[in-house]
């Protein structure tokens, strides 16, 4: 296994005519993490990983492994493992003869197919050819081709999407894994809940544009304070926060109410005489500020 | 170097991994051996050649059972095949999106097409075989069970069975260009059909009315493997005064091969993969 190197984006751009897949990228990844790169479909990610890849060219800026571009790399799925959304094999080949071909057109050693093809599972099913292949097999393929060169840094395109449940908790201890070994390992997603128990790093794009770089747990901080306040006495609890000066959305669980604390709302209703029967802080949890960070992106189109 | 010599090898194997290149290859045996057979009888037992008085018969009965004639039958209705071969090799790769698989192994993108073009070349060689173990195998047995000596000892014939080698290593080259040229699967099988099947003989009797377009007739690509082979029944339809010589024929071919290629490398081989 080759070292993991940082990849880094630098003002990464790319036009499609009048649409700006990708605007203005900079963005590093580190070795050792899963980090996890997250927009909603459209958003520009794929665009963003083939650029990475060499496979599109970008309008402006760069992409690269510690610096060297894909193409550059001397071998470079020795250096570099990549798995494409929508892994595209012939379908009238074998996976064995699949793996063979990629390590030949690669310059990596044959002996490798077999160690590949045990570490994703498909040993058993190796001589069959892909026509036959459910998604969650071509993703395993997919994952094997990747880890042909047994690279340092993975880069996989959508990876989970497709997997049973049972193969959605493998990958994940399988990335986790190969990221304690030293692996820079990024992996694109649609879905924050698809990741949220893999990764360590987040990276969110909407519209082609940076959002938010940070922890998992940056997200959590990212989360706005909101109190769920409800009582039997539903009218008189509402006259009394709107007289207080305070704005709050009615819902089902009761009243929301903004940027405060618990501890606030408790003292308007003591002072009105008010019963309440549920008072709490509400986390609006990592999906919902997943979702705040995406639509914000929407601002900027 | 080393990243060409893998393309090469990766092209090879990718040929040989799946079904397309036997299927062909059993139907180019058969397609060929049953003309170049089927002619030999035909020709040899034209009614009237045997008896003497018939002189003008026996005249024709001979011209047209020439074993070189008869063997040609290998390029002269075998060299669609290689090029299908080689197309399909180019626009497979667009058809199942598998050149981003291709790209991410080997980046350099003008290797990868220069491997493809010497491993179809390769391919287009082993077709030149196959084709000719069945005009000359099943061919020449047709003339011999027919009294006419097939030529075997001479080398004359030898050296036909080479160039028809070479002429379809080629034609091998060019469908690989040409697949890169029209990346549609379904319009490069139509675009060769029509043209090797019913363009190019067309035109190739249209320019045989006159002079000049004669003169331009002969760079047609199958009137350059005629050239490059020998005579075939084309040629003997048209009738065209002053053809190629072999190698000007063979010159033809590998400059039809590059400009194609060049033009698909130039076109849609470096665009973007999405």
Known sequence: MTAGVTIEFDGLSKSFGAVQAVDDLTFHVEPGKVTGFLGPNGAGKTTTLRMLLGLVQPTSGSATFGGVPYAKLPVPAATVGAALEAASFVPGRTARNHLRVHASAARLPANRVDVVLAQVGLLDVADRRVAGYSLGMRQRLGLATALLGDPGVLVLDEPINGLDPEGIK???????????????????????????????????????????VGTLASLDAADTLRVVVNSPEHERLATALTAAGYTFDQARAGLIVHDVEAIDIGRVALAAGIPLSALSRHRSGLEDSFLALVSGGEDHA | MTSLLAAIRSEFLKVFTTRVWWGLALILFVYVGFAAAGAALLFANIPGAAESSGAGAQATSEMLTQPGLIYGFATSIGYVFPVLLGALATTGEFRHQSLTPTFLANPNRGHVLVGKVLALTGVGALYGV???????????????????????????????????????????????????????????????LAFTQFVEPLLRLASSFSEVTASIGRFLPGAATDALVGPSFYTMMSAQQDALTWWQGGLVLLGIGVVVALIGYATTWRRDVT
């Not at chain 1, 201890?173 to 809940?193: D, K, Y």
């Not at chain 2, 005009?135 to 069970?145: E, K, P, T």
């Not at chain 2, 160039?163 to 034609?171: D, N, Q």
């Open chain 1, 170 to 212: 493998w990958i994940r201890g399988f990335l986790t894994a190969l990221a304690a070994e030293g692996r820079t390992v990024l992996i694109s997603s649609h879905l924050l809940s698809e990741v949220q128990q893999s990764v360590d790093e987040v990276v969110i794009i909407a519209k082609g544009r940076l959002a938010h």
């Open chain 2, 130 to 192: 196959i084709a000719l173990v069945a005009s000359v195998g099943l061919g020449g047995g047709a003339l011999a069970i027919s009294g006419i000596d097939p030529m075997l000892a001479d080398s004359d014939t030898w050296a036909l069975i080479g160039r028809a080698v070479l002429a379809m290593a080629l034609w091998g080259a060019i469908g690989v260009g040409l697949g890169a040229v029209l990346p549609s699967q379904v319009g490069a099988i139509i675009v060769v």
